[in-house]
Nanobody
Framework: QVQLVESGGGLVQPGESLKLSCAASGGSLSRYAMGWFRQVPGKDREFVAIISSRSTYTDYTESVKGRFSLWKDVDKNMLYLEMNTLKPEDTAVYYC????????????????WGQGTQVTVSA
C-alpha cells in the first residue's frame, strides 16, 4: 500500500480558488489510479474526481465539472486538485485515495487513503 498525506485545505470565500495536494510514499503513482473524495459530517463520503494510473483518463462528479481539475506529477509523486469558483456546498473534508484498480477507486474501495484536509467555503 502507498501512504498518502493531503495538504492545502483552508478557509476561502465563495468564488475563490484552492489547490489541494496529496503526497505519496511507498510506491510510484504511475502504478496507481487515484481519486479525490469529500465528506461532510453526517453524510456518506462522496466521489469527487479520478485519474487513471497513466493519467490517460479523468472523470469528475457532475457538480464540480468545469470547476475542478486533477492531475498527477509522477516525478514528484504528487496528486493535485485545483478547485476554482468554490461554493459553500464544496465545504467538506477532502481525502485522496489510491488503488491499482480504477474501478475500486470509483466504488470508494481504494486500498490507500489519506487523513483528509478541511476545505471551508464561507463568506
Amino acid at each position: 500500500q502507498v501512504q498518502l498525506v493531503e495538504s492545502g485545505g483552508g478557509l476561502v470565500q465563495p468564488g475563490e480558488s484552492l489547490k489541494l495536494s496529496c503526497a505519496a510514499s511507498g510506491g510510484s503513482l504511475s502504478r496507481y489510479a487515484m481519486g479525490w473524495f469529500r465528506q461532510v459530517p453526517g453524510k456518506d463520503r462522496e466521489f469527487v474526481a479520478i485519474i487513471s494510473s497513466r493519467s490517460t483518463y479523468t472523470d469528475y462528479t457532475e457538480s464540480v465539472k468545469g470547476r475542478f481539475s486533477l492531475w498527477k506529477d509522477v516525478d514528484k509523486n504528487m496528486l493535485y486538485l485545483e478547485m476554482n469558483t468554490l461554493k459553500p456546498e464544496d465545504t467538506a473534508v477532502y481525502y485522496c485515495a489510491a488503488d491499482s484498480y480504477y474501478n475500486r477507486i470509483l466504488k470508494g474501495l481504494a486500498d490507500s487513503w489519506g487523513q483528509g484536509t478541511q476545505v471551508t467555503v464561507s463568506a
